[in-house]
């Protein structure tokens, strides 16, 4: 188990390494394959780990296995270590098994690509990043693991780097999550400076124990969230998110969607202790939670894109995982990261072979009528979205209907308001959803779609991405190598929410609970009741998205509401007016009152007297020999009447 | 027993004021050599007149090794007197003046 968590660690690090090393001395493909294979190798090792670890008693399946000493200052010692537990197995399966499904996916996709080979590197550099980060066997491991997701998201946002909008929107993804990185690195610098030690177990035990003070506790917890918020996207560090589409939709599908913005959920749920250490910061993360649910949900309403919508969604569907985190249902958080993964990454891809076969089309207006041409990519979309809407018995239903009943367990006013916040929500997750697929798949075939139905050949290849992977000729909607990943996470959307059926039948939540105790467990009566509700309300979400379709109108009407969620509530305005300008009027003012009067003027001066000087001084070099000779002795007997006079 | 130190010493350094007074005053650079090697071996009459003054050979030894010195000193001073009349120059220190500010 120990031997297959490191493999499953290092494959995809070696499979990165690789591929930079050999350089172009190996084909594109080859780089491709490379980068697939080491994925499923870490998805075989994180296999042969769990199924051992599966055999074990639920006591004793947390291990702790060190390799060396990473880094040493007297007595402190840093060992490189992975911990490998049921929350970390989770990942890890989540991480190598979506992962090498969708970088087998884009071996079809990025065919034809300028530079795939740097982009295959970048992938398997992501996943390793990722399983540095779930694995990490200490909480130095972790920030490292989580400083080097940040930067592989930014290599890969900015993938398409003769793009200004890329690099623009790569250059917000960072700086986004370093104010959450920074956060987070202070929390843990003040849970260290107070314990003097970066194991887990040493400081959930002293945590728990109620040694530290609320307040100190409280700041804590309140870094780890803010660290948690960026990198998850969740209000109001939300902004990057839908931003960062610009990069190739695989990525968006994997990064973006399945592993790395779950990464807050996954750091709620591994530092539990500490939150409920500081219960007010741990309500503040199930509010900020419900919030983005909602928000999210209403500017997905009015988005053309049709990555933005999948993407806003995504951050509705984390603002439940960080609601159930949050009330402290671990269980239904990591199960719901669990479902979410595959049916979220399942939309993204289905929507990457829609965008790949228009040929770089992203614009839904321009869709429409697809359902005919494409009829796979139609079924598999038709999944995804029944699951994301919660539409039993698809995975979404199981988990996200479990998170609300969660929450009116938790009862009182908190508990609520979330239960509100998580039905409003599940009907605009049925109203944004549908109101993508007919806009997509039903409806007259546009003139873009009748253009690219019929002929498959090349010469439709242009625009960006280019749709250059039609000389793999499977089917006609494209390439096996993308349409068999889809294929398989639709079967995983369907069938990934057994593992829990309220009441029967509920072995994921006890794997969780084993490391993660939950703090509120729903009745089955509440499970079946918000279940009943939920479903109701998305499937209202549906009706009226398919009725408003049907009259030819769109969900939200034109009019000043419109205007504003067309905005996405002005956030980046907000932060454009708060921080962007104010600081760029700083550095103008700076620049013309300071640098250039003062510094530069300063540094000219200086030189010009120098030079001055110089040419002064130059004028004694006669380069008569004599008049040196003179003056050396001139110097000599000056210096020995000054030694015989100071004598 | 002969002349005293000071005697040494004297025409030592009128010696070198002559050496050092032709060096400031010539033009030829043949004689600005000369005049250098007075002033060297001046002070080579200094060092051995100290030397027997004291009853020690360390002054003696400076000297041969200053002996050594002026040796090479000529063969680079010659050199470049050979070097005037390559270039056609007159044979005038002043003359050689390129490297003035």
């Known amino acids: 188990m120990i031997v297959g968590s490191w493999v499953c660690l290092l494959a995809p690090l070696a499979g990165a390494l690789l591929i930079t090393l050999a350089g172009t001395h190996i084909s594109r493909s080859t780089a491709a394959w490379i980068s697939t294979g080491s994925v499923f190798v870490g998805f075989a090792g994180a296999l042969v780990a769990f199924i051992q670890v599966a055999g074990e008693s639920a006591e004793e399946r947390s291990h702790l296995s060190t390799a060396y000493t990473w880094l040493g200052?007297?007595?402190?010692?840093?060992?490189?270590?992975?911990?490998?537990?049921?929350?970390?197995?989770?990942?890890?399966?989540?991480?190598?098994?979506?992962?090498?499904?969708?970088?087998?996916?884009?071996?079809g996709y990025m065919k034809g690509e300028d530079e795939e080979r740097r982009y295959f590197a970048y992938m398997a550099f992501f996943v390793f990043s990722m399983l540095m980060l779930v694995m990490?066997?200490?909480?130095?491991?972790?920030?490292?693991?989580?400083?080097?997701?940040?930067?592989?998201?930014?290599?890969?946002?900015?993938?398409?780097?003769?793009?200004?909008?890329?690099?623009?929107a790569a250059k917000k993804a960072f700086i986004m999550n370093a104010i959450g990185d920074a956060a987070m690195a202070l929390g843990f610098f003040l849970l260290i400076s107070k314990t003097g030690t970066l194991s887990y177990s040493e400081n959930f035990e002293i945590a728990s124990s109620g040694q530290l003070p609320t307040s100190t506790m409280n700041l804590i917890a309140l870094g780890l969230l803010v660290g948690a918020i960026a990198k998850s996207a969740q209000l109001p560090?939300?902004?990057?998110?839908?931003?960062?589409?610009?990069?190739?939709?695989?990525?968006?599908?994997?990064?973006?969607?399945?592993?790395?913005?779950t990464a807050g959920v996954y750091l709620i749920v591994r530092t539990h202790e500490i939150f409920e250490a500081a219960p007010n910061?741990?309500?503040?993360?199930?509010?900020?939670?419900?919030?983005?649910?909602?928000?999210?949900?209403?500017?997905?309403?009015v988005q053309w894109d049709i990555k933005r919508v999948i993407a806003y969604s995504t951050m509705s569907?984390?603002?439940?995982?960080?609601?159930?985190?949050?009330?402290?249902?671990?269980?239904?958080?990591?199960?719901?990261?669990?479902?979410?993964?595959?049916?979220?990454?399942?939309?993204?891809?289905?929507?990457?072979?829609?965008?790949?076969?228009?040929?770089?089309?992203?614009?839904?207006?321009?869709?429409?009528?697809?359902?005919s041409v494409m009829p796979y990519t139609h079924a598999v979309f038709l999944i995804g979205a029944l699951a994301l809407a919660g539409i039993p018995p698809l995975s979404g239903f199981w988990s996200k209907d479990g998170i609300i009943s969660a929450a009116l367990a938790d009862g009182g006013a908190l508990g609520f308001t979330l239960v509100a916040l998580g039905l409003v929500g599940a009907l605009l997750t049925g109203a944004y959803t549908f109101r993508l697929y007919y806009l997509v798949f039903h409806g007259e075939p546009s003139d873009l779609v009748l253009e690219h139905a019929g002929g498959h050949g090349a010469g439709h290849a242009h625009g960006a991405e280019s749709a250059a992977g039609h000389d793999e000729h499977g089917h006609g909607e494209g390439p096996f190598s993308m349409l068999i990943p889809v294929g398989v996470l639709a079967v995983f959307s369907t069938v990934a929410g057994f593992l829990v059926i309220p009441g029967l039948w509920e072995p994921f939540l006890h794997w969780i609970d084993s490391v993660a105790e939950p703090l509120v467990i729903a009745t089955v009566a509440q499970d079946y009741m918000t279940s009943a509700i939920a479903v109701l309300l998305a499937g209202t979400g549906i009706w009226l998205a398919r009725s408003a379709f049907r009259e030819g109108e769109d969900l939200v009407p034109q009019g000043r509401l419109r205007t504003i969620l067309e905005h996405k509530l002005y956030f980046d305005e907000l932060y454009d007016a708060l921080f962007s300008r104010p600081s760029q009027l700083a550095a103008n003012l700076l620049r013309e009152k300071v640098e250039e009067p003062i510094i530069q003027d300063s540094l000219g001066e200086i030189g010009d007297r120098v030079r001055e000087a110089g040419s002064g001084t130059a004028r004694l070099q006669t380069g008569l020999l004599r008049s040196y000779a003179l003056a050396i002795a001139v110097s000599v007997v000056i210096l020995v009447v000054v030694f015989m006079a100071v004598r | 027993m002969g002349p005293g130190t000071t005697w040494y010493i004297a025409v030592a350094a009128i010696l070198f004021g002559i050496g050092t007074i032709g060096v400031i005053l010539r033009r030829s650079p043949l004689i600005v050599l000369l005049s250098l090697e007075i002033m060297l071996n001046s002070s080579n009459l200094a060092l051995v007149g100290f030397s027997r003054h004291f009853g020690t050979v360390d002054g003696q030894i400076f000297a041969i090794c200053v002996m050594a010195v002026a040796a090479a000193e000529v063969v680079l001073g010659l050199g470049l007197i050979v070097a005037f009349t390559r270039r056609n120059m007159p044979l005038d220190v002043d003359a050689a003046m390129e490297l003035r500010g």
Do not use: C
Request: glycine share 14%; aromatic share 10%.
């Open chain 1, 281 to 301: 910061v741990q309500h503040l993360a199930a509010i900020i939670g419900g919030v983005t649910i909602i928000v999210a949900g209403v500017i997905a309403l």
């Open chain 1, 317 to 371: 569907q984390i603002g439940y995982m960080f609601l159930a985190a949050g009330i402290g249902s671990y269980g239904y958080a990591m199960f719901h990261l669990f479902t979410h993964a595959f049916f979220k990454a399942l939309l993204f891809l289905a929507a990457g072979v829609i965008i790949h076969h228009l040929a770089g089309e992203q614009d839904v207006r321009k869709m429409g009528g697809l359902k």
């Open chain 1, 237 to 261: 560090l939300h902004t990057w998110l839908p931003d960062a589409m610009e990069g190739p939709t695989p990525v968006s599908a994997l990064i973006h969607a399945a592993t790395m913005v």
């Open chain 1, 73 to 107: 200052i007297g007595q402190f010692e840093v060992p490189m270590q992975i911990l490998v537990d049921p929350v970390s197995l989770v990942m890890m399966m989540i991480i190598t098994g979506v992962g090498g499904l969708i970088v087998w996916y884009s071996v």
């Open chain 1, 136 to 168: 990490g066997g200490n909480l130095l491991l972790l920030l490292v693991g989580w400083g080097l997701v940040g930067l592989a998201s930014y290599l890969l946002i900015g993938f398409y780097h003769d793009r200004p909008e890329a690099i623009a």
